[in-house]
Every structure is written in structure tokens, then in C-alpha cells.
């Protein structure tokens, strides 16, 4: 079966899940232009995921995915998470705000237990994908049973043999252009490989279908990696933008105004992609403490972007965008989707 008949869509296009940028209105409003809508609910509660599935199903009957995380849970480590503290002690009283104590685990994985299954299993997306790793084989079982598609992102080819041998439908070929977290499973190897390649080195060695993601910003560039063997294309940057997105006014300014992005993971433990900002150019430096274990620095770095927001300082955002984010267009979600259709025609 095609890929685009396993999912019940029209276009070979997936907006990208996007946790903190994703609505259920977007979602709608991709899939009801015959793509792949998603919501990236994976820094969502079990409670405020459940409101965004069944409000995306109010708003179109058409399949969508949800995404959640699927990291290995580690415990904090005291010493780390103090060091980590102590080099933001000045900047939140600079800002106002409180110094932490320790550093909380603001978002568990899919792994932990299974309250996010349930909610899959209850709901019923057409889809379920995961980024950081493959879920438990139970788990996996679980949503095979209820005929729920699962997908998860490979930056390698170890991690997408890995996502074939777990029983998993899809792979999403995540290339090192691509915005937002690496969906590494491992935090500290990075292959770095491109979305070409990557796609390329996928198809020729696993018989999963494969989604390419990272970089691809319109339809000339989508049909290129469809031309290489890619099944379907997701983007993620391209969309931030849509007005149906949640970015706030100055992530969207940023889009427009500052091309160029690094991959670190001081703001939230784990390597990302984004808008090059004072997280870049004064904490990534080689002298930086250890940085604490995901998603605990994060916790950090949202008190810090908070707290230097309320000063009208935006240099602490996580403003994660692809490297290719100087291609952006100002367009509605709907439109975006039919410009990508016309231009893969040609
Ligand atoms: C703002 C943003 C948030 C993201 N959040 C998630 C997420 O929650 N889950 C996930 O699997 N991927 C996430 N990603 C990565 C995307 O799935 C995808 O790999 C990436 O957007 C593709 O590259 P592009 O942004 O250049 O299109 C995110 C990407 C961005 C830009």
C-alpha cells in the first residue's frame, strides 16, 4: 500500500510536530488540505493533551498524528543541576526573579508509564509518532491492536534499523538541517548526517517507508527528496509562521529578521536547533559546566526566558528553526500547503 493510502491523505506532506508551536487549529487546517496535520504534545499534561486531540477532531474529520517524546528518563544529578544554577543566579535576580533550588523533570516520557498510551488508545488518532527513541514493545503492541500507525524519527541508520527491528510502520528521516531537537536517541552521538543522505542511506538499506524532514522549505525542494525515494516530506519551520501556530510575536520577528541558527543543547539538555540568541553567543562557550541531564535544563531555561521576557529581553527564548529558516514565506497554513502542491509540479 502507498504511503499516502496508509495514511489517508491526499498530498505527500506532514506538518511537522512542533511541541509549544502546534494547535489543534493548524493540525486542522493541514489535514483538511488533504496533508498530515500534527500536534506535538509531547511538553503537554496527560489532561491538556487529551482537550488538543479532541478539539483537532472538532475540527476536522480528516487523519492527523499526535507526537510524543520517548527519551530514557534519568535522575538528576545534584552536583550538575548546582553548578548549572549557580551560572543563572545573577541574570534571574537581574531579572527579578527567584533562584531555584534544584531543577525539576517538567515533562515525562512516553516510557515512564502509560498514561499517554491510554489517551492514544482512547482517542484514536490515525497516527502516533515518536522522537528520542522507540516506545516499550508493549506499547508498541498496544497500538498495533488498535490499528494506530506509529512513526518515529531516525537521524542514522543504527537508530532506523533499531525503528524497524521494534515493529514500528514509519521512519522519519530527520537530516541535521532540520529545526527543533535531534530526535538522537542517544544525547551524546550525533552522526550529523543531511536529510539527502540520510533519506538516500534509509532507503537503500531498510524497507520501511520513509519521510524525509529537515530544511525543506517549499515545493522544489520537497519533490527533490521525492525524487531521492522519500515516501512524503514533513517541515516544521516553514509552518511557525501560519498564524494558527502558537509563536509568539517575537519568535515570529525572529524568523524574519535573523537567519542564521546553531545546534545546542544549553537550553534544554539535549541538542535543538534554533535562532542563534544569548543561549548561543554567552553560555555555549567551551568554559560552560556540565550541562545538566533533559528535560531538567529546561526548567531552567523556561524560568530564565520567562523572567527575561517579563524585562522585554527575548534573547532566552527557544526559538528552534531549521537551518534553512532564510527561505520562510509569510503564509497561511492553507496556502502553504497549496503553494507546496504547485510547486512540486514543477
Ligand atoms: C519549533 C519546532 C518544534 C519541534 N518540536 C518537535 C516535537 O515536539 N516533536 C518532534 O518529533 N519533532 C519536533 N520538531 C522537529 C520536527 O519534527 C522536524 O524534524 C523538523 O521541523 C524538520 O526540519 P525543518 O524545521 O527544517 O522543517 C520540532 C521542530 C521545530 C521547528
Known amino acids: 500500500m502507498s504511503l499516502l493510502n496508509t495514511l489517508g491523505i491526499k498530498h505527500p506532506i506532514l506538518l511537522a510536530p512542533m511541541a509549544g508551536v502546534s494547535t489543534p487549529e493548524l493540525a486542522a487546517e493541514v489535514s483538511n488540505q488533504g496533508g498530515f496535520g500534527s500536534l506535538g504534545l509531547g511538553a503537554s499534561s496527560v489532561n491538556v493533551a487529551h482537550k488538543q486531540i479532541l478539539r483537532t477532531q472538532e475540527l476536522t474529520d480528516q487523519p492527523f498524528q499526535v507526537n510524543f517524546f520517548c527519551h530514557e528518563s534519568s535522575a538528576l544529578n545534584s552536583e550538575v543541576s548546582q553548578k548549572w544554577i549557580e551560572l543563572f543566579a545573577d541574570k534571574l535576580k537581574e531579572f527579578g526573579a527567584d533562584v531555584p533550588t534544584t531543577l525539576n523533570c517538567i515533562y ?37 491492536n488498535a490499528e494506530i500507525i506509529t512513526l518515529v524519527s531516525a537521524t542514522n541508520l543504527a537508530e532506523a534499523k533499531a525503528i524497524e527491528a521494534a515493529g514500528i510502520d514509519i521512519i522519519i528521516a530527520q537530516g541535521i538541517e532540520a529545526g527543533g531537537h535531534r530526535g ?19 532507503k537503500k538499506n531498510c524497507t520501511l517507508p520513509v519521510i524525509a524532514a529537515g530544511g525543506i ?37 525572529a ?26 553567543k554567552e553560555i555555549d562557550t567551551p568554559n560552560r559546566p556540565a550541562v545538566p541531564a533533559y528535560p531538567y535544563t529546561y526548567d531552567l531555561g523556561k524560568q530564565l526566558h520567562a523572567a527575561a521576557s517579563k524585562n522585554n529581553d527575548y534573547g532566552y527564548g527557544a526559538f528552534w528553526a531549521g537551518a534553512n529558516v ?21
Request: charged share 20%; hydrophobic share 40%.
Open 184 to 202: 538522537i536517541f542517544n544525547e551524546t552521538f550525533d552522526a550529523a548526517i543531511t536529510t539527502s543522505d540520510l533519506v538516500q542511506l534509509i
Open 255 to 280: 524568523l524574519f529578521d535573523q537567519p542564521l541558527t546553531q545546534i545546542t543543547a544549553s537550553i534544554s539538555g539535549r541538542p535543538a536547533r534554533g535562532i542563534i540568541n544569548h543561549w548561543h
Open 108 to 144: 515525562p516520557s512516553f516510557k515512564d508509564n502509560d498514561d499517554f498510551l491510554n489517551l492514544v488508545l482512547e482517542t484514536k488518532p490515525k497516527a502516533v509518532s515518536f522522537h528520542f527513541g522507540t516506545p516499550h514493545a508493549h506499547q508498541i503492541q498496544a497500538l498495533k
Open 217 to 253: 522549505m517549499n515545493g522544489h525542494q520537497a519533490k527533490q527528496f521525492l525524487k531521492l525515494g522519500a515516501d512524503a516530506v514533513q517541515l516544521g519551520t516553514a509552518f511557525v509562521q501560519c498564524k494558527t501556530s502558537s509563536a509568539n510575536d517575537a519568535y515570529r520577528k
Open 326 to 346: 532564510s527561505e520562510i514565506r509569510e503564509l497561511e497554513a492553507t496556502d502553504l500547503i497549496n503553494q507546496l502542491i504547485l510547486e512540486m509540479q514543477f
